[in-house]
């Protein structure tokens, strides 16, 4: 079963950054479309950023312009800058693969991690 790992996220004020980590424990990582969604409470979970293997990006409307994922293929970690938060973006943030980037499709390992709560309150 894939282990995947989120961290980095907490509590900031409207304006803030955060810097969200994954770690993917399957092998090899770098052949794999990568992506963060994200869950708000009595939503359903959506795909907000997606990059491929070979590092392209793509970003849901609603994060676009203020957040950036990018990856390591070295440490199997996956990054998500995320500047500029609104309480909008309060969430549960996950990380797992991704079917195909440049149509937002999403995918998954067959398991999740327990993902980071990102709260965005003044």
């Known amino acids: 079963q894939v282990q995947l790992v989120e961290s980095g996220g907490g509590l900031v004020q409207p304006g803030g950054s955060l810097r969200l980590s994954c770690v993917v424990s399957?092998?090899?990582?770098?052949?794999?479309?990568m992506g963060w969604y994200r869950q708000a409470p009595g939503k359903q979970r959506e795909l907000v950023a997606g990059?491929?293997?070979?590092?392209?990006?793509k970003y849901a409307d609603s994060v676009k312009g203020r957040f950036t994922i990018s990856r390591d293929n070295a440490k199997n970690t996956v990054f998500l800058q995320m500047m500029g938060l609104k309480p909008e973006d309060t969430a549960v943030y996950y990380c797992?693969?991704?079917?195909?980037?440049?149509?937002?499709?999403?995918?998954?390992?067959?398991?999740w991690g327990q993902g980071t709560q990102v709260t965005v309150s003044s």
């Open positions: 990059i491929t293997s070979g590092g392209a990006t």
């Open positions: 399957e092998t090899p990582f770098s052949i794999y479309a």
């Open positions: 797992n693969k991704v079917r195909s980037v440049a149509t937002m499709t999403p995918g998954d390992f067959g398991s």
